[in-house]
């Protein structure tokens, strides 16, 4: 395996996308009535409760997309709780859906002209995404284009591309699974919240900090708007990698931007292993037809089975040492085999093992929590039921009968898959930078028109009014204030905390300083709210007029904290008086102090 | 491009013009460009109708559907062909002799269906092997025969339909088979039903109707579980009545028997939308095993006395009682010819004073008028208020606690066998496939009520008592 602490991108030939999430602000739900906000507490005891269970239907062309008879064969049970304030019959799937919230329509339109997009929707089609894991009630996504081909541009001037604008509705929230995740529940308060997906195209970054620089970029670029919700969990990520030779992976669950870059190393040493496998593969005597569905009964070797419980393995000839093969820290090929396995039936991979764990050099990954359940001896004794050559391997399960002849059967179809080397598969991040199986790529057959809802038609003349009513967006207002000394940190700082009109305000129309600006609208007011009090009270117009009461030295500036600290602290009819006081105290003084007129050079920000 | 070139499927006017003229076809994969930049893939879809003629539909590389206008200075072009087959999965479905002989009569009820481009609707799609396909787990059930009646939506049914099937039913039954499974819209199953249990006289097996509340072109369709159900109790269950089997909760838990006769629609689109009135439903289907409540279900009985009756009058209509409502409404239809009228009136089956001209000539045109509640739950009472009395003089019938879609077929059968008032008041007061029930039994009448304090209570029937 490579040293993921010391990739060399460029040459791995590195390419990688990312899918944001951003819910939307509405008045209410994308098809139906209920308020757009979440139950305060997720485990929050449901007034109702109710269960289902989900199959793969045929496309429109008439076949099950593969990624979803894999998902059918999880044979997941599905639990809803739900609450009457943010449920009705619609998130119970026992309603069609009612028009569609427009609203938020109008805000798709709105980020696919902030996004530069240059082919839009005329006509918005409703799609169906079928999602089997339960997450949806109705088994499918309502999902839209708005418009494609647009752009975000970094701060190297380097544009990447955006494929894809949606609008869609938000999926419910898990609370907890069971039955080592056979049993999965959800609480249905936030499907159908309105929901942005923006996709950058999937070979556009080359590397990991310019990944990571993207979704920063594309944050921003929403925190300009009034139009996506703001708080915790909002905004999720999932990103596309793959590098030369290999393959598409979707992992899923970034929540930490920071840790990005490590989940692309981890995934750039999986991939690069995958491949190394696949070209020794080619170069030997295997061949991926000899690989039988022959799965051999040794419960007989254990005596400590459960009441039904069966061990089968499997013969898998010359290839113990792929098994064997690092293919992220720690991690074997065998172990990803498992981890597939336990996703899918349920054997969980502390019931798994294959012929190279028992040995002195194998890639232990059991999480560190369960003894391996081989030893030398047991390993020995397999190796004797198989009559197994040197260099043979064989992958072992014990469980319930059936759950573990599946596994079986998993486990032969993934060697197999070896042979051609990265497999096109959606993965979960885990807290080691590793990741693991979650289903596969799901294809263009899991989408097709809903049936329940009529094409709508968006007159674009109202797009081209919405292309000419964009707030500048973050690197136009970098170019146009980096001159007068506004970093990109304060600049950030002023899109989080929603000031730019204000800033424009005080440095073009009163040609405020750059650092009295960022000190009026970003310093005091976050140090104020560290001391507990609310500066939203102060108005722009008594900000411009402190502003201008400093720019002309009627206030010296190491009064502004102690006079905009009075302000807030007093109802807004008083803030000319309080003004006015300070004033004319500082005219007492004058006498005694010669006014400062040194701003520092740069504002700084407060953490 | 060896076949004839064809117009694309939907497209109307002037961009069907331009369309026929760029030589874009369904399923052509085309470019367009326009010329304020914007650029577009994808394949040419054939338009639903009842769209805006003004949009192409295409699909694009990420499977997504858009629509896009075609100005006239928009350049197009067929960049490849990419037609779209839709293939039925082949699935050979050996007989085995060990198990129960169903018969599964599609009428268009969506067990299995497809999306039609066209009109942007489901179709039913009914051959075996999609059956199959769909629900796997049929084959263990049974030897499910599937065969295809007619592909209606339930609203297009009419009474010469309730024949028909009822036919192909008989048919089944003399051929063998163990039970019957018919494949219905939900809308009127009731009707239906209430038809077929007039029609059968002696019935052998069961007779399972079947639907779905969610097309089966839904990962979350109830489909699957109720016909799986309703091929149990068609295989293994001892009862030979028409019953109608769907959805006993919103869970995907257990399906709910109903006598068709006393079976009703309550909800636009919940699963558990029927519900069996002002009775216990007859049993339960929960993971294949079959559980009766009811201790009068029909059992099976020998084939050698089953005969069809289906000699129907279909001149019979039915009016709903408003307040306001004048006899005009009601000489409208007599002059239409009607032979005999259902009138659902308010509360015990009461209908307004203006009404009573238009009973009295009803009376002496020997037209039946049989009454019916509003409240759906629950007998009509014509002996309690005046109003009553006053319309048992003028020779309307108590249709008991007959609902309306049992009234309306049974009348017109009982007017299909005679044209005497008495006779067919006679019928239609006698209980037939337990159309009429004597008794009702205290839970008969349940439906949620949330948001009452003691709604839990009251559903687990605990009396809570105010001190």
Known sequence: ?607 | MSEEYQPPDGYRGPLLDRLVQEKIRTWSVIRVKKTDGSHYEGVLLPRSVHTSDDYISMKVDTGYNIGIQLPEDAAIEEIGYNPGAYEIPEKVVPINPDLPNVTLLGTGGTVASRLDYRTGAVLPAFTPSELFSAVPELIDICNLTPKTLYKILSENFCPEYWIKTAEAVAKEIEGGADGVIIGHGTDTMGYSGSALSYFFQNLPVPVVIVGSQRSSDRPSSDGPINMMNATTLAAYGDLAEVVVVMHGTTSDNYDLIHRATRVRKMHSARRDTFRTISDIPLGQIRDREINFFKKDVRPRSPREDFHLDTKMDERVTMLYFYPGMEADVMHAVIDKGYHGIVMIGTGLGHVGKPMYEALDRAQEEEIPVVIVVQPMFGFSHLRVYETGRDMLARGVIEGKNLLPEAALPKLMWALGHTKDVKEVEKIMQTSISGDITNREPYSGFSIFQGGVPDFYDNYRNVDRINK
């Open chain 1, 1 to 607: 395996m490579i040293d993921p602490d010391n990739i060399d991108y460029q040459k791995m030939g590195f390419k990688a996308g990312l899918e944001i999430h951003h819910q939307l602000k509405s008045k209410r739900k994308l098809f139906c009535h209920c308020p757009a906000d979440l139950d305060a507490d997720l485990q929050k005891h449901p007034q109702f409760t109710f269960h289902r269970r989900f199959r793969a239907v045929m496309g429109e062309m008439g076949d099950f997309d593969p990624g979803m008879l894999v998902e059918v064969e999880k044979g997941y049970l599905v639990i809803y709780h739900g609450n009457d304030d943010h449920v009705c019959t619609y998130e119970m799937d026992e309603t069609p859906p009612f028009w569609l919230d427009m609203e938020s329509v109008d805000s798709g339109y709105h980020l696919a002209a902030l996004f530069n997009c240059t082919s839009p929707s005329e006509e918005v089609v409703i799609n169906r995404k079928q999602y089997l894991d339960g997450s949806i009630t109705t088994g499918f996504q309502r999902t839209m284009i708005i418009a494609r081909d647009g752009h975000i541009e970094l701060r190297s001037g380097k544009k990447v591309k955006i494929t894809n604008i949606l609008i869609e509705e938000d999926s419910a929230r898990k609370i907890k699974t069971e039955d080592n995740g056979r049993t999965v529940y959800y609480n249905l308060d936030r499907l159908g919240v309105p929901l942005t997906e923006i996709i950058t195209d999937h070979l556009d970054v080359d590397d990991p900090e310019t990944l990571v620089e993207t979704a920063r970029m594309i944050g921003l670029n929403l925190r300009t708007t009034i139009l996506a919700k703001r708080g915790i969990g909002v905004a999720r990520q999932d990103v596309n990698i793959s590098i030369t030779g290999g393959d598409r992976a979707e992992l899923k669950g970034v929540q930490d931007l920071g840790l990005l870059p490590k989940y692309c190393a981890h995934e750039v040493c999986r991939q690069q292993a995958l491949i190394d496998i696949q070209i020794q593969l080619a170069s030997s005597q295997l061949e991926k037809e000899k690989f039988q569905h022959t799965y051999i009964d040794i419960s007989h070797l254990f005596d400590d089975l459960g009441e039904g419980e069966k061990a089968y393995c499997i013969r898998l000839p010359g290839f113990e040492e792929y098994l064997n093969t690092e293919i992220q820290p720690g991690k074997d090929f065998g172990f990803e085999i498992f981890e597939k396995c336990n996703l899918i039936t349920g054997i969980h991979y502390y019931n798994m093992f294959h012929s190279g764990e028992a040995s002195e050099n194998s890639v232990l990954n059991r999480r560190g929590t369960k003894d391996l359940l081989i030893t030398q001896g047991k390993d020995n004794e397999i190796r004797e039921v198989l009559s197994l050559e040197p260099g043979d391997g064989y992958i072992a399960a014990m469980g319930p009968e059936k759950p573990v002849l599946h596994t079986m059967k998993i486990s032969i179809e993934r060697c197999k898959q070896a042979f051609d080397g990265v497999p096109q598969e959606t993965r979960r991040v885990l807290h080691s930078g590793n990741n693991e199986f979650l289903r596969v790529i799901h294809g263009k057959g899991r989408l097709y028109p809903d049936t329940d809802t009529p094409p709508e038609p968006y007159p674009m003349e109202k797009f081209e009014v919405v292309k000419k009513k964009i707030a500048p967006r973050p690197m136009e207002l970098f170019r146009k204030y980096e001159a007068v000394g506004l970093s990109f940190t304060n600049l950030e700082l002023l899109i989080r905390d929603e000031k730019v009109p204000i800033f424009q305000k005080l440095v073009d129309e009163i040609k405020a300083p750059v650092s009295l600006a960022v000190q009026l609208t970003i310093e005091i007011p976050r140090w104020l709210r560290r001391k507990g009090k609310d500066p939203e009270g102060i108005s722009h117009f008594t900000t411009i007029s402190i502003a201008g009461n400093i720019m002309s030295n009627k206030i010296p500036r190491k009064h502004l904290r102690p006079m905009m600290k009075e302000l807030c602290m007093a109802s807004k009819e008083n803030h000319d008086k309080i003004i006015a006081k300070w004033i004319c105290h500082n005219n007492e003084k004058d006498k005694e102090n010669k006014p400062s007129d040194q701003w520092p050079t740069n504002g700084g920000c407060c953490r």
